[in-house]
């Protein structure tokens, strides 16, 4: 931006500041902040950003839409038929905090902030940003063991002639998505590869849907049939952690709106983004859990009917997730690099390609190991939305805004509302943490 529109929004902002301690009468809005939000966000535009709204729309979509919906029936199952209200619930606190993390970016009205950390160190210094990367990266080593357990148990079940077991294929699996993490320096996601998951998860979505109403009456019909339950409230800790993963992703929004050509139309996009995914998460939860009941299980690939449609799905998905692994690693793996100077700044070329290799085999024998030794989908989901997701999706983001754009200038209301979402977070990530750990250990002693 031009020096001279840097000035402009300095003295507009300091303006609008400097009058909060003025009378009631004079003081601003914080509409007029958003004004100068808005002004940035037109002419604080790179000239070849050429992104248009849906393709921003289809990206977050694609964030969105992953693996995650494939426990939602069990996560009905936990809280009963009353929790499906939660997806909804999910669905609009995760659509004010996209906006509300998108708000933050533009706060000082003189420039945009680059990214999540920066909004966060912005806000409470060092700590906020040590805070963001940390759960950042607790987010990127759980999904991978979640996709290691996730294809291992579906590569067990496709060639279970063979016997080999989920500890050989988890091996298998690391060893296969090892060689592009290990070899290649930077491995950046392209639009290819989440159009696939995409494909994979909407493939799977259609399969559930016909497999469990295909399967109704053999359900009905058998000696043991499933029961529902209207409300467990024992459960709603669990089932909130599950629904609150599949909205996880805001990490990235601030990459996807700098792409987007014309980022006041941001609302609009996450907006039509997370209702298409809700309304799939919901088609999901309620015919899988409708049909199967509690004795659905996470993933609910486990208790459709063996066939074409459900082992082409488990393949789509062990594809999806192989091809998404190399990526999470990368991800991890690059900035812990920067910090161990691990870089052709610090290192000859021989040497830096040896200590990158010796970590990233580390990083690989860490996730197999984690994944060997805790094999259990379900409660890894569980425990990464409840510790990870609630927190990253709904409580940062709205200590972030009151820190910067200051509490005491908004409404009762909306004060009550953003204490809401705070709640909501600290319950779904306290006690459902406390729940998927119990649960955890459980399963560990009992297998």
């Not at 902040?33 to 990206?59: H, M, V």
């Not at 040590?130 to 067990?156: C, M, P, Q, R």
């Not at 639009?191 to 109704?216: E, H, M, P, R």
């Not at 053999?218 to 000696?223: A, E, I, K, L």
């Amino acid at each position: 931006m031009a020096d001279e529109n840097d000035s402009f929004f300095s003295d507009s902002i300091r303006s609008t500041r400097s009058s909060r301690s003025s009378s009631d009468s004079e003081a601003p809005l914080i509409g007029d902040e958003e004004r100068l939000i808005n002004d940035l966000q037109n002419r604080d535009r790179p000239n070849n950003s050429k992104g248009s709204s849906f393709g921003a729309y289809i990206n977050v979509t694609c964030l969105m839409a992953g693996t995650g919906v494939l426990g939602l029936p069990e996560a009905i199952n936990k809280g009963g038929w009353l929790s499906l209200g939660l997806i909804v619930m999910s669905m609009i606190i995760a659509l004010y905090t996209s906006i509300i993390i998108i708000r933050c970016l533009y706060y000082n009205g003189k420039s945009r902030l680059s990214s999540y950390g920066e909004i966060g160190q912005h806000a409470f210094g060092t700590f906020g940003r040590y805070l963001v990367e940390f759960f950042h990266k607790i987010t990127l080593i759980g999904v991978t063991v979640l996709y290691l357990v996730l294809a291992a148990e579906n590569l067990d079940k496709l060639a279970q002639h063979y016997y080999l077991g989920t500890t050989a294929w988890t091996c298998i699996c690391a060893a296969f998505v090892g060689v592009p993490f290990i070899f290649t320096k930077t491995l950046k996601e392209v639009v290819s590869i989440s159009i696939f998951g995409t494909f994979a998860t909407l493939f799977c979505i259609i399969a559930i849907v016909i497999l469990s109403f295909a399967d109704w009456s053999n359900v009905r019909n058998s000696p043991d049939p499933p029961s529902h339950k209207i409300l467990d409230l024992s459960g709603i800790p669990i089932s909130l952690a599950t629904i609150s993963f599949s909205y996880g992703g805001n990490n990235v929004f601030p990459h996807i709106e700098e792409s987007m050509q014309k980022p006041r139309h941001w609302n609009r996009v996450i907006t039509a983004a997370l209702c298409t995914c809700a309304a799939m998460y919901s088609l999901v939860a309620f015919s899988g859990y409708l049909v199967y009941g509690n004795k659905t299980l996470n993933p609910i690939l486990k208790v459709l009917p063996e066939g074409l449609l459900l082992t082409s799905a488990s393949v789509l998905i062990i594809i999806h997730v192989l091809l998404t692994i190399p990526i999470l690693m990368t991800s991890l793996a690059i900035d812990i690099e920067k910090y161990l100077k691990i870089t052709r700044q610090h290192r000859s070329k021989v040497v830096e390609f040896l200590l990158r290799a010796v970590f990233r085999i580390s990083l690989i024998l860490l996730s197999v190991g984690i994944a060997v030794t805790i094999p259990y989908f379900d409660d890894i989901m569980s425990l990464l939305g409840a510790m990870s997701t609630c927190l990253f999706v709904f409580v940062l983001p709205v200590l972030f805004y009151l820190k910067l754009f200051g509490w005491e200038r908004m409404s009762l209301l909306m004060l009550t509302w953003n204490a809401f979402v705070i709640l909501i977070g600290l319950f779904g990530c306290v006690i459902g943490s406390i729940n998927a750990i119990k649960r955890l250990f459980e399963d560990f002693f009992e297998g």
